[in-house]
């Protein structure tokens, strides 16, 4: 397994998490006067040891409702990448053991 | 680096926020009809929120920009914060009067003899309030829910 997979799927799982207090924060808020929700998006940024660039953007649900069912849905979302890339990680872990355990014999 | 444990403030000052947002609203509720509190109806009350920047321990602390987001290639000044209760208010004051003559309460004398001071609580108002509130409620448990199972994702990891 390359570096470059490490980096990626440690960096996607640190975006996630960030992301996951970026939400939280949209829900706490929902109700708050002059609040602006955020949330995060990322993109390829074509370093190998940081693939990504994550940037927050505004924004506009239609209120306190809508910005709640916003924040709501982003959580699963969320949560939904989280768990694939961790289960990505676990994978290629695993697989660093075996090819270890390999080259040990 | 962003402290893993900030979701998990945020979403809990949320669901304090909402508590006492449901605490004032079952107070209004209480009081729909109180004739007088104090000689003076009952009035409405309603909260008002504002953003907190969290300590380390999860209490609101005041211009503290320790939480903002710094991600290897992807940093962004941006620090999440919770909610916290700013005030609570009256509404602005209206009277309403409704006769009843035998109440204790009734003005003996005057233009408005026989009539009591009624509150201004909606019920009907105040019942979509909590609603709402008991709405927010959840979404800051869904939050909380999320937070913790990526722990629970994250702790998976560490026992590879």
């Known amino acids: ?105 | 680096m962003i402290d893993p444990s900030l979701a998990f403030d945020i979403a809990a000052s949320g669901m304090t926020a909402q508590r006492a947002n449901m605490d004032v609203i079952a107070q209004n509720l209480a009081n729909a009809d109180s004739a007088t509190v104090a000689g003076a109806p009952y009035r409405t009350q309603s909260v008002v929120f504002e953003p907190a920047t969290l300590n380390d321990d999860g209490n609101a602390a005041d211009g503290a920009d320790e939480f903002a987001v710094d991600l290897d290639g992807g940093a962004f000044d941006y620090a999440p914060q919770g909610v916290r209760l700013a005030d609570v208010v009256d509404a602005p004051a209206t009277e309403q009067y409704r006769y009843d003559p035998s109440n204790p309460l009734a003005a003996r004398s005057g233009p408005r003899q026989g009539f009591v001071m009624e509150s201004d609580v909606d019920p009907i108002g105040q019942m979509i309030g909590l609603i709402s509130a008991g709405r927010a409620y959840d979404a800051d448990v869904a939050a909380l829910q999320g937070a913790k199972q990526m722990d629970v994702e994250a702790d998976d990891i560490d026992r590879q």
Request: net charge neutral.
């Open chain 1, 1 to 105: 397994m390359s570096q470059f997979g490490f980096a990626a799927v440690e960096q996607g799982l640190r975006i996630e998490r960030a992301r996951a207090a970026v939400l939280a924060a949209d829900t706490a808020n929902a109700s708050t006067p002059g609040f602006i929700a955020k949330d995060v998006v990322t993109s390829l940024s074509g370093d190998a040891d940081a693939p990504f660039s994550a940037r927050l953007h505004e924004i506009s649900a239609g209120g306190s409702a809508g910005t709640l069912e916003y924040a709501m849905a982003a959580t699963a979302k969320n949560a939904v990448t989280y768990r694939a890339l961790a289960g990505q990680e676990r994978a290629m872990l695993r697989e660093f053991k075996v090819v270890a355990e390999e080259a040990g014999r």
